[in-house]
């Protein structure tokens, strides 16, 4: 993705696509604000028409298409509140997101993936009940317990506060996709399981994040899950097939998506032996 002439969207000039409008118009509007904040300088440098050379212009690309990529990569979050709940997804951007989530990684090349795309309001309320069904049973687990310096405890309430939306509004979102894949492991030993959910999350996430590189945002939620038999059977998925995850899908109201505070990735990361860091 890159600004300036080069910026192509689905193989079209950007000026191709002002000219088209509408729904296109607004998900461009997204990602040049995102683009904007990233690299004004160098949109500006080109906008002007400053000389560059070949190579400078090459590397100037490279550290956009870096900062673009880091960008998405680390501001793609779980959207409950700011989901759009009035307007439309069109298919087409769905099929573009599942063309682009199934160039993930896939165990011996199996490719078992499947998706299920649900926008039929009795089918998505179906969902909705048995998807509260399980979060009502999830509300009564023991929980973790965090010092209060940590930062999952600080985001706890809003976190709950954002849940209790989704809970209430999943009905409504106009586009829910379950991520499948073929087969059923859960009797088979760690190796299996590993393998197969490996073969299907990396595909699952790229295409939140095609997603979100073109103004929808998405939520990675399992509670449906918990009742996963009843999910299948009211979409009419087959016993040997495996659903993985359920993404509510919908446009994303704002552009303002932040980075999240994590624990520290360096706590998190063992170099050679379990519990040496650097
Ligand atoms: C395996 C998994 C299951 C999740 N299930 C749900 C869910 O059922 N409902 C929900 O609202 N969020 C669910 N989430 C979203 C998490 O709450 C969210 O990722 C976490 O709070 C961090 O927020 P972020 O994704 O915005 O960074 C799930 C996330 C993961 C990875």
Redesign the pocket.
């Known amino acids: 993705m890159l600004p300036g002439p080069r910026f192509q969207v689905s193989g079209q000039t950007l000026s191709s696509l002002l000219r088209e409008g509408g729904e296109t118009m607004d998900s461009l509007k997204a990602i040049l604000a995102l683009m904007l904040g990233l690299s004004t300088l160098n949109i500006g440098s080109q906008a002007y028409g400053q000389a560059q050379t070949p190579a400078e212009e090459k590397k100037g690309e490279a550290s956009q298409n870096r900062a673009a990529l880091d960008h998405l990569l680390t501001t793609t979050?779980?959207?409950?509140k700011r989901l759009d709940l009035t307007r439309p997804v069109d298919a087409k951007i769905i099929e573009e997101a599942i063309e682009i989530a199934v160039q993930a990684p896939t165990g011996s090349n199996v490719q078992g993936w499947h998706f299920v795309v649900v926008t039929d309001p009795e089918k998505k309320k179906a969902i909705a009940d048995l998807?509260r069904k399980?979060?009502d049973m999830?509300a009564n687990r023991p929980r973790s317990e965090y010092s209060a310096d940590d930062p999952r405890a600080k985001?706890r309430a809003q976190?709950a506060k954002?849940?209790a939306y989704?809970?209430k509004h999943l009905h409504e979102v106009p586009v829910l996709v379950f991520a499948c894949l073929e087969g059923r492991f859960e009797k088979e030993p760690q190796f299996v399981q590993a393998s197969m959910y490996g073969s299907i999350l990396p595909a699952a996430w790229s295409f939140m994040l095609a997603l979100r590189a073109r103004g929808v945002g998405a939520?990675?939620?399992?509670?449906?899950l918990i009742h996963e038999k009843e999910v299948a059977q009211a979409l009419g998925i087959p016993d040997n097939i495996t659903l993985a995850?359920?993404m509510p899908v919908a446009y994303y109201k704002g552009t303002d998506f932040k980075p999240?505070k994590r624990l520290p990735a360096k706590e998190h990361t063992h170099w050679n032996t379990w519990g040496q860091h650097r």
């Not at 979050?77 to 409950?80: K, L, M």
């Not at 939520?219 to 449906?224: G, I, K, R, S, V």
Request: proline share 0%; no cysteine; glycine share 8%.
């Open positions: 979050r779980t959207v409950r998807y399980g979060a999830y985001q976190i954002s849940g989704l809970y939520a990675w939620t399992t509670l449906a995850v359920m999240a």
